[in-house]
């Protein structure tokens, strides 16, 4: 049984930096599998932020979120991370990380397996 969960979360101002975690387990071998992390604010639709091929490859980002949040993987740990800069309110949304299975970065929703149950981050201004 897959699972994917999400830790890291919290509240900050404005500003400040998170470093969101996802570990998985259930995985045969995490490391065929490429990750993604999405977000979604209250009333709005999840939303792409960023992906990272399953091996090798450069990751790939949101236009809302290049050159503040950075997406990396530990195959050893079977943990995906994203480290969040300069954090803005509207960056305020609950993150969930998501796997598939296949080498392409995939920015819809409908391209992932499995997801994780969520983590809140809340930026204060």
């Known amino acids: 049984q897959v699972q994917l969960v999400e830790s890291g979360g919290g509240l900050v101002q404005a500003g400040g930096s998170l470093r969101l975690s996802c570990a998985s387990s259930?995985?045969?071998?995490?490391?065929?599998?490429?990750m993604g992390w999405f977000r979604q604010a209250p009333g709005r639709e999840r939303e792409f932020v960023a992906a990272?091929?399953?091996?090798?490859?450069?990751?790939y980002y949101a236009e809302s979120v290049k050159g503040r949040f950075t997406i990396s993987r530990d195959n050893a740990k079977n943990t995906v991370y994203l480290q969040v800069n300069v954090l803005k309110p509207e960056d305020t949304a609950t993150y969930y990380c998501?796997?598939?299975?296949?080498?392409?970065?995939?920015?819809?929703?409908?391209?992932?397996?499995?997801w994780g149950q969520g983590i809140q981050v809340t930026v204060s201004s």
């Open positions: 259930g995985f045969t071998v995490f490391s065929m599998y490429s």
């Open positions: 990272i091929r399953r091996i090798g490859g450069g990751p």
């Open positions: 998501a796997a598939r299975r296949g080498t392409e970065i995939v920015t819809m929703t409908s391209g992932y397996d499995y």
